[in-house]
């Protein structure tokens, strides 16, 4: 299963990279994470693995992240004509999924990001999960960037939240 997600934020684009790129921001705007821990190398950088816990629905989901793209690697004095990379490789409970992000500047102190995701399963209940809810994934990928949207703009934070 294949999708693209996209969404813009008015905010420059080196500010929204260096938000995405903060570990000590994903709990303000990844909703129901538990814990996301680098089991090996430095967060956010390329052949990073980390143990990643979200609950969703009141289940847990563990997994383990591999971190296969970051450019450029220093996220200041970005050049304008640059296109800013986050990409990773999920593993875990019966699925492997790749996310490839994108962040352009879509004006002036506005990011376009753009994210491209692919999932395979090799479980028969993720499988079922997959061809029978296809469009909850895409749902979840597209909260997780307005989550990310109202943190960044407006300092919003999905922990306050009552729903």
């Given at each position: 299963?294949?999708?693209?997600?996209s969404?813009?934020?008015?905010?420059p684009?080196?500010?929204?990279?260096?938000?995405?790129?903060?570990?000590?921001?994903?709990?303000h705007?990844?909703?129901?994470?538990?814990?996301?821990?680098?089991?090996?190398?430095?967060?956010?950088?390329?052949?990073?693995?980390?143990?990643?816990?979200?609950?969703?629905?009141?289940?847990k989901?563990?997994?383990?992240?591999?971190?296969?793209?970051?450019?450029?690697?220093?996220l200041?004095?970005?050049?304008?004509?640059?296109?800013?990379?986050?990409?990773?490789?999920?593993?875990?409970?019966?699925?492997?999924?790749?996310?490839?992000e994108?962040?352009?500047?879509?004006?002036?102190?506005?990011?376009l990001?753009?994210?491209?995701?692919?999932?395979?399963?090799?479980?028969?209940?993720?499988?079922?999960?997959?061809?029978?809810?296809?469009?909850?994934?895409?749902?979840?990928?597209?909260?997780?960037?307005?989550?990310?949207?109202a943190?960044?703009?407006?300092?919003?934070?999905?922990?306050?939240?009552?729903?």
């Amino acid at each position: 299963m294949k999708y693209t997600v996209s969404i813009e934020i008015a905010e420059p684009r080196e500010r929204v990279a260096q938000l995405l790129a903060d570990p000590v921001h994903l709990p303000h705007w990844l909703r129901g994470l538990v814990l996301h821990e680098p089991i090996s190398g430095a967060h956010g950088h390329v052949g990073t693995t980390s143990r990643v816990v979200l609950e969703m629905g009141g289940q847990k989901f563990e997994a383990t992240e591999t971190v296969t793209r970051r450019e450029p690697v220093d996220l200041h004095e970005i050049p304008s004509s640059a296109v800013v990379r986050f990409e990773r490789e999920i593993v875990g409970g019966g699925m492997w999924s790749a996310a490839r992000e994108r962040l352009t500047e879509a004006g002036p102190q506005r990011t376009l990001w753009e994210s491209e995701n692919e999932y395979r399963f090799s479980s028969v209940l993720m499988r079922l999960v997959g061809f029978v809810m296809p469009g909850t994934f895409r749902k979840q990928s597209l909260q997780h960037m307005q989550d990310f949207k109202a943190f960044a703009e407006q300092g919003h934070d999905v922990r306050d939240a009552t729903s």
